[in-house]
């Protein structure tokens, strides 16, 4: 299992500290370090400073949003970042931030801009010099036509969130995949004795996602939360959030399925369930450590470092 780094997801702050945090995670066998692209911030700048302090680990965005950046202009800072960090780009592309879409270019979340985007960028890679492929392109998407459609035009996929308890809610959109490709998913990592209380952040980033991120009825969140069978929770969660009730709309979110998308509890019990995340189809799970000594003990607990 490839181990990454992803920070600035979902409201988490980039930590000052996150150039020396990324030096160590190369030192300590980390495979890639991730940067988001929310509202108000971007994804592809601070990689530039990272690639300057680093020489082997991969450089993510997680993700460059569709909707703000023409495919030629995304294509030429690609371009010019995979050049200086000597090809260790994965352009990470997205349209699921809401307020980006609606200052955007037009461009709306359905199928055939993502596709005719993604060729777009193919082309325009190879005008400024990339050879098709140099720079792998994966795309984040969670409705089971935009999966599908993700392991037919790009290199991997970026899930909002996946259980490998419950595989089959995209079994049949990547059984076809083409050799290689990847599947990188963000968990919530962390050592601790109660795994209730470690489950917290989780429970109340989920019931933010599900709750804020679009009106009922037309929130992708709270849809895949529907897939995986938990439509009448995700339904609760969204309308209590949306009254108000926030702390309730927490309290709702059913703590097994936090469980099942997150890595807590004692060490044993961590390399326990990261069986289950060996198993499936996932190739690379990104935790968030926020100081040098947790960088290295949770390399320590994935890969044996």
């Known amino acids: ?44 700048s601070p990689l530039v400073l990272l690639a300057g302090h680093t ?5 993510g965005t997680a993700a460059v949003q569709i909707p703000a950046r023409r495919p030629a202009e995304a294509a030429m800072h690609a371009a010019g970042l ?21 200052v955007g270019y ?11 985007y993604v060729e ?11 050879p098709p492929g140099e720079v792998p392109i994966w ?29 089959e809610v995209y079994h049949d959109q990547i059984k076809e995949r083409p050799p290689g490709f990847e599947i990188c998913v963000n968990t919530s990592f962390k050592v ?18 599900i709750g804020a991120t ?21 339904n609760l969660i969204q309308e209590l959030f949306l009254e108000g009730k926030h702390d309730d709309a927490v309290a709702a979110v059913p703590a097994e399925f936090a469980d099942e998308i997150s890595l807590v509890g004692s060490v044993d019990r961590i390399k326990d369930r990261l069986q289950a995340w060996d198993e499936s189809a996932v190739t690379m799970i990104n935790v968030a450590p926020r100081s040098v000594e947790e960088v290295w003990r949770i390399a320590e607990i994935v890969k044996g470092q």
């Not at 995979?82 to 307020?99: A, N």
């Not at 777009?120 to 005008?127: F, I, W």
């Not at 679009?214 to 995700?234: D, H, K, S, T, V």
Request: glycine residues 10%; contains cysteine; hydrophobic residues 40%.
């Open 120 to 130: 777009v960028l193919r082309r325009a890679l190879r005008r400024v010099g990339q």
């Open 139 to 167: 795309i984040g998407a969670e409705d089971l036509e935009n999966v599908k459609q993700a392991c037919e035009i790009a290199d991997g996929w970026l899930p909002a969130y996946y259980s490998p308890w419950r595989a």
């Open 1 to 44: 299992m490839d181990l990454g780094i992803l920070w600035g997801y979902w409201g988490q702050s980039m930590p000052e500290n996150f150039v020396a945090l990324a030096v160590e995670a190369e030192k300590a066998g980390y495979d890639a370090v991730w940067t988001a692209h929310p509202w108000g911030s971007d994804s592809l």
């Open 55 to 59: 020489d082997r680990i991969r450089l």
């Open 192 to 209: 601790h004795f109660d795994v209730e209380e470690a489950l917290g952040a989780t429970r109340r980033s989920l019931a933010f996602r």
């Open 106 to 116: 037009g461009m709306s979340s359905s199928l055939a801009p993502t596709r005719e």
């Open 214 to 234: 679009g009106a009922q009825g037309q929130n992708y969140q709270a849809r895949l939360m529907g897939r995986m069978g938990l439509e009448r929770e995700a």
């Open 82 to 102: 995979d050049h200086i960090s000597d090809g260790r780009l994965i352009l990470g592309l997205g349209i699921s931030d809401p307020q980006v879409v609606e």
